[in-house]
T-cell receptor, first 115, second 116 residues
């Protein structure tokens, strides 16, 4: 079945460090891929997305590239800030049929950035 | 344009009571999804609704849980005879469409249900 696996956290970094959060998926067809961010006590916000192979999603300094050959969508940022501290979720969305628009999420990775 | 509105934000129920969670989608959105987030876990799909129709309820527990999205008014997730294991954050998301173009789902802030 469809699934998403994220690297286990928590991840603790110093400000300005490089960030990578790994994400791999299993799915049929050609899903769309997403990264969502959840700040404490809040709902999920879309961070970036990619809808086809080799697409690169980017936003607020974060990037992720849709790698169909490795079924991966790793999140990266060159220089993290304290304000990036949050929980990050990788997700995929089916390409229609019975999957409709529902999202399958990874378990989330807690990121803490220290000054 | 207000975002997805969920209420209440926090809900405390005693075991055996009913919980009713409400979700008003963004204006113009007719697709609603409910997800549950258990402590220390990711979000799990529960149900997908369009106006007056349940499209996919494959993630809903078979008993005590129901959902509706009437022609007028918010979508309701109803949990009857709550148990401690129902304690979780319940998130609603809405979108204008579905399909293969990565239609963005907008999430509400969630309802945090605590069963005591």
């Amino acid at each position: 079945g469809n699934s998403v696996t994220q690297m286990e956290g928590p991840v603790t970094l110093s400000e300005e460090a490089f960030l990578t959060i790994n994400c791999t998926y299993t799915a049929t067809g050609y899903p769309s891929l997403f990264w969502y961010v959840q700040y404490p006590g809040e709902g999920l916000q879309l961070l970036l997305k990619a809808t086809k192979a080799d697409d690169k999603g980017s936003n607020k300094g974060f990037e992720a590239t849709y790698r169909k050959e490795t079924t991966s969508f790793h999140l990266e940022k060159g220089s993290v800030q304290v304000s990036d501290s949050a929980v990050y979720f990788c997700a995929h969305q089916g390409d229609g049929g019975t999957s409709y628009g529902k999202l399958t999420f990874g378990q989330g990775t807690i990121l803490t950035v220290h000054p | 344009n207000a975002g997805v509105m969920q209420n209440p934000r926090h809900l405390v129920r005693r075991r055996g009571q009913e919980a009713r969670l409400r979700c008003s989608p963004m204006k113009g959105h007719s697709h609603v999804y409910w997800y549950r987030q258990l402590p220390e876990e990711g979000l799990k799909f529960m149900v997908y609704l369009q106006k007056e129709n349940i499209i996919d309820e494959s993630g809903m527990p078979k008993e005590r849980f129901s959902a509706e999205f009437p022609k007028e008014g918010p979508s309701i997730l109803r949990i009857q005879q709550v148990v401690r294991g129902d304690s979780a954050a319940y998130f609603c998301a809405s979108s204008w469409g579905t399909g293969s173009i990565g239609t963005e789902a907008f999430f509400g802030q969630g309802t945090r249900l605590t069963v005591v």
